[in-house]
């Protein structure tokens, strides 16, 4: 390793520390531990706070409360609508500040340990909601426990984004709300039409 490589890694350490630190948490969260309930105060404006800072102030919480409404929610998701696009958008934006300040192969493998650190827990408190509701749809547990990964990867990339810039909102970021919604216990499903479907 020459002297150029190592002033790579110094650079990208504390990136790479932010996100290991973050996915050291991601096995203590009450993963859909609450599917259904009503919201609590924390949730509520979670989800208000995630609608609004993702271009949707208009959007009423829908609160789902059985397995069949949000299975049907969430295969019914249109990946081309303005939610998804929001989304997208947000995330190329914070990927790109990521990559100011880590390789693509550092944040490839920051997010590798990230999904790695989550899917047994998701994928346990997601077997546990199944169990409570009866559920044996293996295709809409997959796109909980997907949708908890992608919510984790956008958190973790509003932490870096926060650790490059003092001034970085991250405390109301649509990304960091989303997450809390997970730590909540919940599945925030998608945006459809003027409702946000949450379960």
Same mark, same amino acid.
């Given at each position: 390793m020459d002297e150029d490589d190592l002033?790579?890694?110094e650079r990208e350490l504390p990136g790479l520390n932010v996100m290991v630190r973050f996915a050291r948490t991601l096995d203590r969260i009450p993963w859909f531990a609450n599917l259904?309930?009503?919201?609590?105060?924390?949730?509520?404006?979670a989800a208000e706070t995630y609608a609004q800072r993702l271009g949707f102030p208009q959007a009423e919480i829908a609160i789902l409360v059985d397995w069949?409404? $949000? @299975? &049907?929610?969430a295969e019914s998701l249109d990946?081309?609508?303005?939610w998804w696009e929001a989304e997208e958008l947000l995330r190329s934006d914070l990927t790109g500040r990521a990559l100011e300040a880590l390789s693509?192969?550092?944040l490839r493998i920051g997010m590798t340990v990230i999904s790695e650190k989550i899917v047994d827990p998701a994928q346990e408190g997601m077997e546990q909601a199944a169990v409570i509701f009866d559920a044996e749809d293996e295709a809409s547990?997959?796109?909980?426990?997907?949708?908890a990964v992608q919510a984790a990867h956008g958190a973790a990339l509003a932490?870096? $984004? @926060? &650790?490059q810039d003092p001034e970085f909102e991250i405390e109301t970021h649509a990304f960091t709300a989303k997450f809390q919604l997970f730590e909540f216990g919940r599945w925030?499903?998608?945006i459809t039409g003027s409702s946000f479907n949450l379960f």
């Open positions: 002033e790579s890694l259904g309930e009503p919201l609590s105060p924390g949730a509520r404006r069949d409404d $949000a @299975a &049907a929610a990946w081309q609508s303005e693509e192969e550092a547990k997959n796109l909980a426990v997907g949708s932490l870096l $984004a @926060a &650790a925030p499903v998608a």
